[in-house]
T-cell receptor
Framework: SQTIHQWPATLVQPVGSPLSLECTVEGTSNPNLYWYRQAAGRGLQLLFYSVGIGQISSEVPQNLSASRPQDRQFILSSKKLLLSDSGFYLC?????????FGPGTRLTVL | AQSVSQHNHHVILSEAASLELGCNYSYGGTVNLFWYVQYPGQHLQLLLKYFSGDPLVKGIKGFEAEFIKSKFSFNLRKPSVQWSDTAEYFCAVNSNNDMRFGAGTRLTVKP
């Protein structure tokens, strides 16, 4: 069966520090991968999606970036965090339309 | 722009009350429709989905949703809610691998 891992589960970072959140998927090949940010009352905002290694599409211009160095690995990064980057970040994968979500990372920027 | 609208931000019901959560979307083409649920402290998980066929879809835990193409709607229903249904519910629409979520509806069921 397929499994999706995210780490860390929680993270507290100072403003201006770098960020790296990792997501890995097991049990499937060539999945579509997604990064979302979930904010209270605003649902899920799609940040990035990837249909293959090295292929990244950005939905919202911001100081975050994403990379897909391996088929089942998706990384969300920032060079300098802003206060507004605080939130709950979800990784998801899909093969045919339906998406499956990871446990999420709660990021607090102080 | 394509969008998904959930009309209610927070719904409060007593146990055994009936539930209907609204969802409307603005896509014009072929769509796949989903309802996801997030129980407190847990992952987002799929409640039910519609790809094709019977527009009345049955999901887990007694939930169902009806796809009404002419109204661009996919409302979620449950005839009798339980305290354990307290959660946040998200409607989602996928068209050509473009997946969009609604803002979510928080459901609180009072015992």
């Amino acid at each position: 069966s397929q499994t999706i891992h995210q780490w860390p589960a929680t993270l507290v970072q100072p403003v201006g520090s770098p960020l790296s959140l990792e997501c890995t998927v097991e049990g499937t090949s060539n999945p579509n991968l997604y990064w979302y940010r979930q904010a209270a009352g605003r649902g899920l905002q799609l940040l990035f999606y990837s249909v293959g290694i090295g292929q990244i599409s950005s939905e919202v211009p911001q100081n975050l970036s994403a990379s897909r160095p391996q088929d089942r690995q998706f990384i969300l990064s920032s060079k300098k965090l802003l206060l507004s980057d605080s939130g709950f970040y979800l990784c998801a994968w899909s093969v045919i339309s339906e998406q499956f979500f990871g446990p999420g990372t709660r990021l607090t920027v102080l | 722009a394509q969008s998904v609208s959930q009309h209610n931000h927070h719904v409060i019901l007593s146990e055994a009350a009936s539930l209907e959560l609204g969802c409307n979307y603005s896509y014009g083409g072929t769509v796949n429709l989903f309802w996801y649920v997030q129980y407190p402290g847990q992952h987002l998980q799929l409640l039910l989905k519609y790809f094709s066929g019977d527009p009345l879809v049955k999901g887990i835990k007694g939930f169902e949703a009806e796809f009404i193409k002419s109204k661009f709607s996919f409302n979620l229903r449950k005839p009798s809610v339980q305290w354990s249904d307290t959660a946040e519910y998200f409607c989602a629409v996928n068209s050509n691998n473009d997946m969009r979520f609604g803002a979510g509806t928080r459901l609180t069921v009072k015992p």
